[in-house]
């Protein structure tokens, strides 16, 4: 069968702040958001911009740079592990609070597992053993329950809590 | 002004994500987060849900402790709802720490009729196990178990081959318990099971025993030493013929113990009587914390604690607490005011009133104390939060 012309191998995200971007389909595709505009019947990949009015050029560089360094790192060898603990590491180093929660949000608008997962894992890390003050200044959240609804619920869990100096 | 947008974003991420973080988190602080706000109450949790007849219970709990891996949370969920036989549920639950909490909710018809347990734990030869489980449960809270469900709960429990710690909040209707476990148990609690009568225990590696309820007929049939003892019998005696003489063995459990609760009724009418005749041989040498319930009817008079503390030479720390409502002795309490030689008490530091209405009375319960100390007064503290000073 005579080759057609290879169609045009990338496709072209727009941040909503910044010039296109250009990614891999394969990375694409681990996008589910982008994963169903290329399944969409009126996309053409040779034209189509996609618009992600939620993600900056930041966000959006952030993510593929996480999706291309570990599907790459897939293909080799195991004893990769190492250096991309130390790639997570560095990945995290340059997000401050703030910038990471944005890429969390940005990871969700995507919908990409991945990173997601990931992200998740950053934040559980952050919050864990921190009081639950510290939480709800994180997530920005407004304790809503009462008093009495606070003691309830710390009575209800006081079983998992005892004993816990043992072992 | 990005402060807001920020928090505001993190507002609209949906729960899955929310829960998904929490999944990453250690059992004990995943539960912590239900704290955050009435959003994050239950994203700690995924629930498995299942139905079945009330044969199928254990093995569902079996099934449900093999999956659940201690290191990977997010694959298995911490929580399972068993559905059995219309209306009633199992409701399985773990935390950190090796501990698994079965609370089982039943019709309260059947709160009533009466049943017993008798678990034998520990026991290596144990082969019906229906699933090896990966996750060992150290610690096990029984809660609720009724006539229906003891065959479910006495099933779960003989698989637990490694408990360590074990409680059990109310069982009403449970009227005769028998624990042996020669290895391995070292806590036991029973809280507000209030038919229990007969208490059977062949626990001989026991180190903490906690009881709260009417006292029953104990019965520790290998010896033990308790470092901890809790005896809260304030509701007073199950059986209105117990004598002394049924205390004595339950009696020599603790009297090497470090700490321990005791109601006035209970030295009055079980302890007393004994070691009267002993002529003062019977001391609580290793005794550091004492929490003394007394009912405080006969005002001015806590004859009871003064000689119980002519027994507790080592004792450092002194709750008493008035419970109005708590049982008192029907018995003549004159015997106890006889002149005897004691040790004094060297070592207390502290006394601390619970559920006083007057300070007058504190402040004469305080005299009383006082008298056996020697050496540098303890702190004294009064039921609303302020220091006595008695110098």
Known sequence: MAKTPEPKRTISLKPCDGDVIEVSPMIAKQMQTIQ????????IATTTIIPLPNVTAFQLSKIIDYLNYHSNSKAVADNVKESTKKFDEEFLKELEHDKLKELLHAANYLNVKEVLDFLCQAVADLIQDKSVKFVRKFFGVVNDYSVEEEEDIRRTHAWAFEGVEED | ???????????????????????????EFALETSLISTRWRFLWNQVVVRYGAIEDVSVGVAQFLACFEELDPLKHPRKLQFHFDKSNALFATISTNSKLLLEFSTEKSENERRYELKFK?????????????????????????????????????????????????????????FIESESKLKKLTI???????????????????????PLPRIWPESHFN???????????????????????ITLLTIKNSQFLTLCEWTFEEMIWPSISLSR???IFYKLRELWWIDNYKDQNNIDALVSFLKLCPALEQLFIQIDPTSYSTTRSKSCLIQANKYTELEHLKVIKFIGFTSQVNEISVAKSVIQLVKGKPPRIETSDGSYLDME
């Open chain 1, 36 to 43: 169903s505009f290329i399944e969409d019947d009126s996309f």
């Open chain 2, 191 to 213: 809280l507000d099971c209030l038919h229990l009568k007969s208490l059977h225990l062949r626990t001989s590696k026991l180190k903490s025993f906690r009881f709260r309820g």
């Open chain 2, 226 to 248: 308790l470092t901890d003892g809790m005896l809260d019998f304030r509701l007073g005696p199950k059986c209105s013929d117990f004598k002394s003489e049924d205390f004595n």
């Open chain 2, 1 to 27: 002004m990005e402060d807001t947008i920020v928090d505001d974003l993190f507002d609209k991420l949906p729960d899955e994500i929310l829960a998904c973080i929490v999944s990453f988190l250690p059992n």
């Open chain 2, 121 to 177: 734990l520990n026991k290596d030869h144990i082969t019906h196990q229906i699933v090896a489980p990966s996750f060992l449960v150290k610690t096990l809270y029984l809660k609720s178990v009724s006539y229906l469900t003891s065959e479910v709960a006495f099933s779960i429990v003989s698989n637990l081959d490694h408990l360590q710690n074990l409680t059990i909040v109310e069982c009403s209707g449970l009227q005769s318990l």
């Open chain 2, 280 to 282: 003062w041989n019977f």
